[in-house]
Nanobody, 126 residues
């Protein structure tokens, strides 16, 4: 089970750091990803990370201002979001995709991820 946290209300230009934790297991056998869904829009890929190597990839929404990383101490997947804009307002979800079925390519499609957290709401005010 994945648990996302760290969302909240922030002014435009501010920063937030989201975290995703898994109860009872590690992420070493998974690709991990962050997605977001804004009101009235489809869920979109923000960023993904291959836990074992630390390599990362970003979607259009995550490129430039967001940084995905892993915390080996706390065994969490993090998303640092800087210079937030009102259009970043969305529910942010973390997800996991089994490495053994996808190989080394970090997936960016929603259907490729098998496990999902409950989401954490990020609201950016103008």
């Amino acid at each position: 089970q994945l648990q996302a946290s760290g969302g909240g209300l922030v002014q435009a230009g501010g920063s937030l750091r989201l975290s995703c934790a898994a109860s009872g297991r590690t992420f070493s056998s998974f690709h991990m990803g962050w997605f977001r869904q804004a009101p009235g829009k489809e869920r979109e890929f923000v960023a993904g990370l291959m836990w074992s190597s630390g390599s990362a990839t970003y979607g259009a929404s995550g490129t430039g201002r967001f940084t995905i990383s892993r915390d080996d101490t706390w065994n969490t997947l993090d998303l640092q979001m800087d210079d937030l804009k009102p259009e970043d307002t969305a529910v942010y979800y973390c997800a996991a995709a089994p490495l053994h079925t996808l190989g080394l390519t970090i997936p960016s499609a929603e259907w490729q991820y098998d496990y999902w957290g409950q989401g954490t709401l990020v609201t950016v005010s103008s």
